[in-house]
Every structure is written in C-alpha cells, then in structure tokens.
C-alpha cells in the first residue's frame, strides 16, 4: 500500500516557477514509477510527467517539454518544478504511482494505482 501527499501548489503570476512535492509512504517506493497528471476545470484529467523507478527514465507531455523537470530522491518523494508558467497550467496537479521495478515509465491515468489528493496551481496573467 502505498499513501501519497502533494504540496508545493499556490498562486503565482505568469512566467514564474513552482515545485511540487509528492511524499509517498510504503517500504518499496523505490520499486514504484511514479507521474504527474492535472486537471482543470470542466476539462480531463492529462498527463503531464512521469519517471521510472530510479529515475533514469523520463517523459514529458508535449505542453511540459523544456517547462518542467519531474525528479525523485528514492527517499519517498518525487518533484515537479515548473518554471516559465503560464495562465494555461492553471489545475489541480495529481502525482500518482503503480509498482514497476523496470525501466519503463507510464502517461496513462489507467495505469496508475495510487493517487494523491491532488495540490492547486493557479497562474496569473
């Protein structure tokens, strides 16, 4: 079983940075691959990053490329920073994790078993 608790959100104007944090409980993080997806309002939910599980491995969503950087330290947590923010990043950010001692990574929400209860970020513009 594994618990997971997002933080980092908050409000911040456009062109600037965040970092997100998502503290995981559970003996075998290190064996989990982890991601992070957003959802906006009257929108889905999409895919934004996701690592494998030692971090040798990541991807990104195409709005994400260059802007944001996910990383983990294998001491339960994994990062989101967000530089260069804009109005259209404005969501509620979900980091999420499924057991996978492989090299692979996952961008689909259906292949996630656990999920955090979700961190805000609203950009201004």
């Known amino acids: 079983q594994v618990q997971l608790v997002e933080s980092g959100g908050g409000l911040v104007q456009a062109g600037g940075s965040l970092r997100l944090s998502c503290a995981a409980s559970g003996r075998t993080f290190s064996t989990y691959a982890m991601g992070w997806f957003r959802q906006a309002p009257g929108k889905e939910r999409e895919f934004v990053a996701a690592i494998n599980w030692n971090g040798g491995r990541t991807y990104y969503a195409d709005s994400a490329k260059g802007r944001f950087t996910i990383s983990r330290d294998n001491a339960k947590t994994v990062y989101l920073q967000m530089n260069s923010l804009k109005p259209e990043d404005t969501a509620g950010y979900y980091c999420?994790?499924?057991?996978?001692?492989?090299?692979?990574?996952?961008?689909?929400?259906?292949?996630?078993?656990?999920w955090g209860q979700g961190t805000q970020v609203t950009v201004s513009s």
């Open positions: 999420a994790a499924r057991a996978a001692s492989t090299s692979y990574y996952y961008t689909d929400d259906s292949e996630y078993t656990y």
